[in-house]
């Protein structure tokens, strides 16, 4: 379209007319839009005038550009007349026009219909077609209640405008503060206008105004009922250049801000020349969810210009829910032809008139009619299904067909039972029948209990029924799943009801008591999350939402995940962490810096160099741009499919994304904690949703200091650590602790007969009876010891229970063995330092007794109730041992404490030892007693340190070196594993062959002849420095 204004002037009276030309083209026809002004010394008749221009002759005219056309007259209107004698003028617009804004605003007094007495000839265009504009407004009043006077000047105000017709005070709110109105004018205006009369109302009233307009945007839309899922645009223009604009829609009393999403988008780029503001809105695959009032808006300042258009769409149903009763076809009775069920159709009532058919198995449809039950409307037919047997499904489909001939069916499967067939017998679950079901088939149940909508399904196999599925989900957690379901495809898309959609899944997704009931609303959780994971890649989403967010998302891992199979579970606890994970990359942060839930723990960090914490998994990353969001996840590892190598789960996991990076590689430090102090292998992986299972590409583990795991990885995902199965174990040393452990039981039990047979014999004083009721009950001791660890040496095929008890029993036995350790020991140093006051035998029996036994029922005991009391583990199920959690955390140093106290107090009497040793060869200075003293001294040492558990210290040394590497850490290793394991053989070889009393009685027995009488040779090396004799 495009306009040309041609202007005759024939004398001093003015004639205006609105003329249609159209130039004929050998492409096709253009329409123009012309002012004609008719110029007469004398008076004319607009009847003349008409009667000249619709000639139908062609003429040329010029455009402002130069160029010719041959044009003719289609269609005149007079617009105004104006009648000048000498210098007065009397104007006036026609019927159903109005005078121009530039006329009015240039002279002021000619505005709306009235007549002007100014020479306004020369203005163009002089009058405009009338327009419908309405101006609807509400005015807040900073103080005071509404009156009269305020209406007056709301009414003075608005009357500046062209066109004015007229304005209403429509009501007051909340206690007369708040006035609505609405007024209108016959004339599209510029918006600085409108702008002004409500800015000098604000400083008057001292208020605030807001104002929409309706009738100055142009909008295209669709005149006429579209097809149901096709493609629609709808676009609006304005003239001028505004601020923002947007789209809405309403319908059934709700109305919804349009954002992009899977189903909405918007497009403000669509501004022309002409009309430098533009808003278009693209829907995709529309249903009846999108038909409704559609309303665009421009909003400069406190003015929103808008525009309404109803879309309507052709309906077919969006749902259609099939039922059928009874639920199976039973015609298991022979020669039976044909078995009536009952099939029903049910959707939401529409305004659609629907042609409703229905068929079965693909023939003959007959016509259906509805009946109404609430909102929906239910259609039924009673189809006879054929008990002749056929590998083909029996089904009946149920059509609809709407206006435009848009079909949309509803299909059900009918499970049929023939004759001589498997299925599984009637069964009733939880008061819930389940019929006669043919095998390898699933019966959908479609009733729910109160409160909650969906189906429940089972199925067949092999004769047998398994387990209820049940999709019955919560009512209210439903409405919330429809709401992002909305969100998503960008009905009312707004950060409002984003925080409203994670309130709501918040207050629903705690744990129910039903199992089944449970598992269906945590599915819909997830699944909401999900879609809302979704839309954020097209909604910005801002902070507030994270608190109803995680704490939402955390609540889900506070329930069990049973009830369901391994394959769904994986799926689910998938979907959940890259839900998690997306929202958490597209919400937008400025001042969070933290958000802390029970098992969710957020970090945001906008420093260019970040280190942080979650969880205690420390994080470091350097970058030049970008926000580092990360995430610590509990609660979750456990549920995550896990195909990598022959690994297990550790507890934890971290999400890390950067919000607006630019960098083109990135490098994350990630240090996870070690959950025990194990041999194992530890490998640095991240999730990949591709293969929807664990990675180490990217990945390296790094040396590491302590009991913590050290990652660096060179891109950004969901992390954790994995760790082998079972120990990395150096060669042979299984091997040696089986062996060493199986020799020294057999030693063990072999030295305790020995010293029964002789015990009458080499306990005939103090000091011996000392000294070998130590080492028995010292031997004793390890040897159950030993037998409790052999027993528990493979942890994965006991019990917890078993698993608990052989943890207890080596606990004790081995502080039992240290405790009779300790006593010979402080025995010992009291012997070498108090000569001359010797040990009683009965204070000697009770200080052991005490130290070898009642205090280690203590330390086992007060361990073993403080960690139940405490809900923390007392033992690790994996190693039957007792748990180690870092310096002084677990269980495990109730162990070690005590045994450390003993070995440092051994090795103090062993030094007492050598030094009065040494003390004793001093006086003769030669170098044969020197080389005796040397003598003795390795043979305290050698004779000394098993009984004393001086061995041990090496496991305190590889303690200290537990996570390093290196040929040291390999020696002692072996070194520990050797002593330890054959410490019973050791004990048997000092107690028994080098012990020359106890040699002498054992060879008595044997050879059956009198022995000769001796002291023991390496008890006179210890007491020979005491100046006593046995007694």
Not at 13 to 29: A, D, E, P
Not at 283 to 295: D, H, I, P
Request: glycine letters at 6%; aromatic letters at 10%.
């Amino acid at each position: 379209m495009q306009s040309r204004s041609l202007m005759f002037l024939v004398g001093p009276v003015f004639i205006y007319y609105q003329i249609s030309l159209f130039k004929t083209m050998v492409t096709g026809m253009d329409i123009y839009i012309a002012e004609l002004m008719v110029e007469s010394n004398v008076t004319l008749e607009a009847s003349t005038i008409l009667s000249v221009l619709n000639t139908g002759s062609e003429f040329e005219v010029t455009d402002n550009t130069g160029t010719t056309h041959k044009v003719a007259i289609s269609q005149s209107e007079l617009v105004a007349e104006c009648l000048l004698v000498g210098d007065k003028s009397t104007c006036n617009c026609s019927e159903g026009y109005i005078w121009s804004n530039d006329v009015c605003y240039n002279t002021t007094t000619c505005c709306t219909e009235s007549s002007c007495f100014k020479n306004v000839s020369h203005y163009t265009p002089l009058c405009i077609p009338k327009v419908k504009v309405h101006i609807n407004g509400s005015v807040k009043l900073d103080s005071g209640t509404w009156d009269t006077s305020k209406s007056d000047q709301v009414e003075s105000a608005f009357k500046e405008l062209n066109g004015f017709e007229g304005i209403n005070i429509t009501g007051q709110r909340e206690d007369n503060s708040i006035a609505d109105f609405e007024a209108h004018v016959s004339v599209r205006f510029e918006t600085f206008r409108l702008q002004s009369a409500v800015t000098t109302l604000e400083s008057n009233l001292h208020a605030s105004i807001l104002v929409d307009t309706l009738g100055m945007v142009a909008i295209e839309a669709p005149n006429t009922s579209v097809c149901y899922l096709s493609n629609q645009t709808l676009k609006c223009t304005f003239e001028e250049a505004t601020g923002s604009s947007g789209w809405n829609m309403s319908r059934r009393n709700e109305r919804f801000e349009l954002n992009n999403g899977s189903v909405v988008k918007l497009n403000n780029n669509c501004s022309t020349k002409e009309y430098k503001s533009c808003v278009e809105v693209s829907l995709s695959q529309v249903t009846g969810n999108w038909a409704g009032t559609y309303e665009c808006g421009f909003t400069s300042g406190s003015v929103r210009h808008t525009a309404k258009t109803e879309l309507a769409v052709a309906l077919l149903p969006d749902e259609v829910t099939m039922r059928i009763d009874p639920l199976t076809a039973d015609c298991s009775m022979p020669k039976t032809e044909y078995v009536e069920v009952e099939v029903s159709a049910t959707i939401l009532k529409s305004t659609e008139t629907f042609n409703v058919t229905w068929s079965y198995r693909g023939k003959t449809k007959y016509q259906l009619f509805p009946t109404a039950s609430g909102d929906d409307l239910v259609y039924s037919v009673k189809a006879q299904i054929e008990c002749e047997f056929t590998t083909d499904p029996q089904y009946v489909n149920i059509t609809f067909m709407n206006m435009n001939q848009q079909q949309k069916s509803g299909r059900v499967d009918i499970p049929v039972i023939y004759v001589g067939k498997a299925f599984c017998r009637k069964d009733v679950l939880n008061g819930e029948e389940w019929p006669k079901t043919p095998d390898g088939d699933t019966v959908i149940n479609r009733t729910c209990e109160e409160g909650r909508v969906g189906y429940k399904s089972r199925t067949c196999k092999a004769n047998n029924w398994l387990p209820v599925f049940s999709y019955c989900v919560s009512e209210q957690l439903n409405k919330v799943f429809n709401a992002a379901e909305n969100f998503n495809q960008g009905l009312g898309a707004t950060q409002e009801v984003a925080k409203n959609i994670f309130t709501g899944l918040k207050n629903n997704s705690r744990p129910t008591t039903d199992t089944n009931d449970n598992m269906a609303d945590l599915t819909a959780s997830i699944n909401v999350l999900n879609t809302m994971a979704s839309a954020s890649e097209n909604i910005d989403l801002k902070e507030d939402l994270f608190p109803e967010f995680l704490g939402a998302a955390s609540d889900m891992l506070n329930q069990t995940w049973g009830g369901v199979n391994t394959s769904l579970q994986e799926s689910m606890s998938s979907n959940y962490l890259q839900s998690v994970e997306g929202l958490v990359k597209n919400i937008k942060v400025n001042n969070s810096e933290r958000c802390n839930t029970q098992n969710l723990d957020l970090q945001i960090c906008s420093k260019p160099d970040c280190n942080t914490s979650v969880f205690d998994i420390g994080v470091s990353m350097n970058r030049t741009s970008g926000i580092l969001k990360t995430v610590g996840v509990k609660n979750l590892m456990e549920k995550l499919t896990n195909n990598f190598h022959d690994t297990e789960s550790s507890s934890l996991l971290i999400s890390a994304t950067l919000e607006g990076n630019t960098d083109s590689s990135v490098q994350i430090t990630l240090n996870f904690p070690k959950n025990e102090p194990d041999h194992n292998k530890f490998f640095c992986v991240f999730w990949d949703p591709k293969k929807n299972d664990w990675s180490d590409e990217g990945c390296t583990l790094k040396p590491s200091h302590g009991n913590r795991t050290l990652c660096q990885c060179n891109h950004l995902t969901s992390f954790s650590v994995l760790m082998s199965k079972t120990p990395v174990i150096l060669p042979f040393l299984d091997e040696i602790t089986y062996v060493g452990l199986g020799v020294s039981i057999c030693c063990l039990l072999l030295f305790l007969i020995i010293e029964a047979l002789v015990w009458s014999s080499v306990v005939k004083t103090n000091l011996s009876h000392f000294r070998h009721t130590a080492l028995v009950n010292i031997s004793l001791c390890l040897f159950l010891a030993d037998c409790s660890f052999l027993a528990s040496s493979f942890p994965d095929k006991l019990n917890d229970t078993w698993c608990l008890a052989l943890t207890v029993c080596k606990h004790f036995f081995f502080l039992a063995m240290f405790g009779w350790m300790l006593s010979l020991s402080v025995m010992l140093v009291h012997q070498l330092i108090f000569v001359f006051n010797p040990l009683r035998k009965r204070v000697f029996m009770f200080f052991s007794s005490i130290i070898g036994y009642f205090f280690p029922i203590i330390i086992v005991g007060a361990s073993y109730v403080y960690y139940k009391y405490t809900e923390k583990p007392y033992h690790n199920a994996k190693t039957c041992w007792l748990t180690f959690d870092g310096l002084l955390i677990g269980s495990m140093h109730a162990f070690l404490l005590p045994v450390g106290t003993v070995l440092m107090t051994n090795l103090f009497a062993m030094a007492v030892v050598i030094l009065t040793l040494l003390k004793s060869s001093v006086p003769d200075g030669s170098k044969a007693d020197d080389k005796e003293t040397a003598k003795s001294i390795l043979k305290v040492v050698v004779f000394l340190t098993p009984v004393f558990g001086v061995t041990w210290i090496l496991g305190f040394v590889q303690l200290s070196l537990d996570g390093k590497k290196g040929i040291m850490v390999t020696i002692v290793q072996y070194s520990f594993t050797i002593l330890n394991s054959f410490q019973g053989f050791f004990i048997f070889l000092t107690g028994c062959f080098a012990e020359q009393k106890v040699r002498k009685e054992l060879f008595k027995l044997i050879m059956a002849k009198t022995p000769s009488k001796g002291k023991s040779e390496s008890m006179r090396n210890l007491t020979a420095t005491t100046n006593s004799k046995d007694r």
